[in-house]
């Protein structure tokens, strides 16, 4: 199982990004999928959440800024950003918590995906 990023890069103040996150392998079944970000010199902090019935929450920083949305179909999860500011900028990490196959419950992590805000 993993879990693929994509959908970062450079943009002005006030644009817009979408981020993608595919996950993929001998899936049984996903719970929560969410997006964390990691600024330069920080710890990585949590951006948004959405369970597979889908109920999101939010960091107050990105509250009407950014939506987090999922297609259960092709075990995909996004975050469109919009009004982005120079202190969004970051590493953005997605993560799910993924029942494989024959397994157990584990949390799984995307490999991370750049997004540079300049102001």
């Known amino acids: 199982v993993q879990l693929q990023a994509s959908g970062g890069g450079l943009v002005q103040a006030g644009g817009s990004l979408r981020l993608s996150c595919a996950a993929s392998?001998?899936?049984?079944?996903?719970?929560?999928m969410g997006w964390y970000r990691q600024a330069p010199g920080k710890q990585r902090e949590l951006v948004a959440t959405?369970?597979?019935?889908?109920?999101?929450n939010y960091q107050d920083a990105v509250k009407g800024r950014f939506t987090i949305s999922r297609d259960n179909a092709k075990n995909t999860v996004y975050l469109q950003m919009n009004s982005l500011k120079a202190e969004d900028t970051g590493v953005y990490y997605c993560?799910?918590?993924?029942?494989?196959?024959?397994?157990?419950?584990?949390?799984?992590w995307g490999q991370g995906t750049l997004v540079t805000v300049s102001s």
């Open positions: 959405i369970t597979n019935g889908g109920t999101t």
């Open positions: 392998g001998r899936i049984f079944r996903i719970n929560a």
């Open positions: 993560d799910a918590d993924i029942l494989p196959s024959g397994s157990t419950w584990s949390k799984y």
